[in-house]
Structures are given as C-alpha cells and as structure tokens.
C-alpha cells in the first residue's frame, strides 16, 4: 500500500494535473497549492502586470533593493548590500552583493541591472512607468543608469526623495533578470520577452520549470540561492477555477492550501485545517461627484462618515474578507495612520445635516461592481443614509461599466477600491490627497480628479513636499497629517482595507502573504 501512494504522490507531481484525478497526500518538501491563476496574461516582470503573475514573480526574481520574505513592511537589501544617496544630485549608488548568483549559475553583475532597466523602458509595456516617472527614456537610459566595476549609479530627473525611489527600484518591473541567459533567446528586437513569458531568468528562491496557461505552474528550488535555499524543493500550483472543488481538495489532502475559498466554505473547514487571514493594500471607499450640486457641502462628508455601517458589514457579510480602516494608505506599511474615529451614529449625523441647514431628501444615483460583496455593501450604505434622508438608487454595472462612467465623471455616488501601484504612500497620496488641475479636458487617474474635488492648494503643495522630503521619519509624518486631512475633510469616505483568508493543512508553517502579491514568499515554508 505504501508503494502504492508513493507512486501516486510522484505522479500527482510530474504528470498533467486532470480533473478527476486521484491524489494522495502531498510529499513532505513539496507545497501543492489550489488557486485560481486565470488572470496571467504575461510573466516577464518587464510586462506582468496581474495578481498571480506578481506572486510567482516574487519568487522567482530579486531586487536591489526589497521587502524580503523575513518582514515585508521593510526595505531590506536585496542584490545590493548597501547604498548611498545623494539627494542634491538626485543619484543612489549601490554596491552589489559579493557572491550573488543567477539560478543559471551566473554571477549577478552590476551590468545586469543597466540591462534589466534598459529592457524594461524600450520594451514600454504595462508596468514600465513606474520606472519611466524617473525621468528614464530609451535616449537617456545609458545616462540615468550607470555601471563602474561593482556599483551601480541610479539617477533620477524629479523632485523625488530618495526613499521614494527605493520604493519604486523596489516594485515589479525593477527585477533583475540574467541578461547573459536573456540574451539567447532575443527574438528580432523582443528583449527575449516571448522567452521570459514561459521561463525565468532570475536569481530568486525559485525557477520556474513548467508553465501551462490555465492548468498549472511549477517553481523548484534554487539551491544556490544567497539567502539560503528553500525547504520546498517544489511549489506546484494547480489552477482550480471553482472554490468548491478547491474546498474538496484541501479537505481530501490533495493540495496543502487553498488560495479562493469563500467565507461560508472557510467556515465550514473542519480539523486538520487553518485559516490565516492577511491585511491587503486595497482600501474601499464611497465617493461623491463633486459635480452634482447636493453632494458639495463638505457638512455632507461629514455626515456620510456616521451613516457607514462598518461593524455591521465587517462582522455579518465582510468578514474575514475586510477589516474597518478610514485612511488612504493602509495600515502595515510605514506613514500609515490606523486611527478609526467614525462609526455608525444615524442621530449624530442628522444633527450636523440640520446644524448646517442641509434639505433632505438627497436623491443619489450609487454605482458599484455587480458581484459580491459590493452589491451587498451597496444595499447596507442604502439602508444607513436612508436613515438620515440620503436615498441612494442603486446603480449595478460590470466592472469595466462601473469604471468607465467613473474615468468620464458622469457617476453621482461611487463605491469602489483602489490599491497602490508600488508600496510608497506617495502612491496613494497622490491619488486621494492631490488635484492640482481639475478641468474637464485633464483627466487624471486619481480620485481627486475623477470625483472633481479641487484639492485645497495647500493641500497639495504637502503632498509634492513629502515627495520631496528627505528625511523619512519626516516623510511618514507627513503622510499621516495628509491622512489626518482627507479622512476628515473629502468627499471620499474610506471605509474598509481588504483582507485576505488562505486555508491551508496545519502542518503548513513558514507561508508570507504580505499587502499585495507581489510580496507572496514561498521560502520559509515548512511542512511539520
């Protein structure tokens, strides 16, 4: 018998993963995971720009900086071992890691980080302006990145601090890929992108050793790997469309951990199991178009934060998927502000509508996503206002309906989520705390401009000085004060900060889901 199971723990490994199949328990340096990996389009960090591509390229690739696997709320080196800044020239040079190797068994070169930059502002794909708001173009790339022995110099044309671009030389597409290995399989002038789609050329935990779109990824061990090699000598990811089939297989002990379990199956999971839940960086928020008259007085702000039912969602039809968190910047992450003042109070909302000779009944048209749980939230904001003569029709729609009536400023009432493009608070803040042109003819991606708030000035001068603050002890507190002011002075009610519940076998220790998916760690996992 027990030559048996071990030949079905091989095959369940090495062979195509059919449904229907019959599995037996995982092998113990293996973690087989359940989730639904649909969304990647691309897999090159030059091009990835979706969910699970961000979480295997976390482990697959590093940075010169990052936030590691032992503690992703700090930057730690990563390919560099140190730097320097200098903020008057707007330069940082890193020294590069003694020692540090490709999966391929090449030396990490200071060479491969010009490369890897270069590769990402030619290509000019999804992600790639994030580096490009440097100032970095393809004429003066050899410029603003340069190489001399064992040191690289980053050089940027903006009124950053320099803890803002660490943030940024720290995000997706600023991994160091092998530009040796890339190099051989450059097709016409591709950069070796349709090569990188399918393989890796990293020096991460992790190579990625087989990719079939919509059925599986594997990642295995880099036992060079400078930071120690991983326990799990195999990571094999199944793609499980359906949470119920995903519930059957964790309870059966075919996969050690389920990534999309709703929370009535989370609930349901019997012994053997454990649910882990993870703050994630997207926050939730109600916003009114300040171009419908009745939703201008800032006495309507106010009183819309007393009419948000927090507890009542995020203990009934939210929980474990959304915690109660008011500010821009989620908490978990340096110049977050965690602070929670407003609650559910139908009485004292009234009285600052009356004390500022408001009319009621306010009509408002509500748009929002036509899935769960947003059109719940949606019903819950419409019995609260109701309370105090706000009305809120309910206005359901696809997600590219929803998005697209907001892009064009035509909605009244808006209830949706918004999520950083990298971990710098300045990421936020300029979307919620900054609107330095509110014309018509300026679309701009950001809340502010999107909900035609005009920004008080003042408002967004402290937005472009904390860009540019230096020292970040300052930076942070900076951050919070802007926090301070929209959560108590907008017409975006931030609400909820999402969180994130993963079920998986006891035995499973050592797992790191950080804020986002670019910081899902595979490394530390062990299996007791």
Known sequence: MKLFRTALLASALALPLASGAVYAATPADALVIAQNIDDIVALDPAQAYEFSAGEINANLYDHLVQYAAEDTTVLAPGLASEWTADEAAKTITFTMRDGATFASGNPVRAEDVHYSFKRVVNLNLTPAFILTQLGWT???????????????TIKWDGDFASAFVLNVLASRPASIVDEVLVSQHVEGEDWGNAWLNTNSAGSGPY??????????????????????????????????????????????????????????????LGEGIKVEAYPQ????????????????????????????????????????QMEKHQAFWPKGFPGSYDETPYSYDVEKA???????????????TLDVINAAPFTDMAQSLQAGFAEAGINFDILPGTGAQVITKYRDRTHEAMLLYWGPDFMDPHSNAK????NSDNSDDNYTAT???????????????????????????????????????????????IMFQAQLQIAMADNVEGYVNGSNSDFVYYRLVTKN
Do not use: C
Request: proline fraction near 4%.
């Open 431 to 434: 979307a919620f705390a900054y």
């Open 447 to 493: 809340t502010t401009w999107r909900n035609a708030w005009a920004v008080p000035e003042e408002m967004n001068e402290e937005v472009r000085a904390a860009l540019a603050e230096s020292d970040q002890s300052k930076r942070n507190e900076m951050y919070v004060d802007l926090q301070k002011k929209v959560q108590a002075e907008s017409p975006i009610v």
């Open 207 to 268: 190579v990625l050793t087989d990719y079939r779109p919509a059925e599986l990824v594997r990642l295995t061990a880099n036992e060079n790997y400078f930071a120690g090699a991983p326990a799990m000598k195999q990571v094999l990811i199944r793609h499980v469309a359906e949470a119920a089939t995903q519930q059957l297989l964790l309870t059966s002990g075919d996969v050690d951990m389920a990534k999309n379990l709703t929370p009535d199956q989370i609930a349901g």
């Open 350 to 364: 009234k009285q600052i509508l009356a004390d500022a000779g408001i009319e009621t009944p306010i009509n408002v």
């Open 138 to 152: 393809p004429e003066n790339i050899d410029e603003m990145v340069t190489v001399d022995g064992n040191t690289v």
């Open 281 to 320: 960086a997207a926050v939730h928020f109600l916003s009114f178009n300040q171009k419908t008259e009745s939703l201008t007085d800032p006495a309507v702000w106010e009183a819309a934060r007393y009419l948000v039912n927090y507890d009542g969602m995020t203990e009934s039809f939210l929980k474990g």
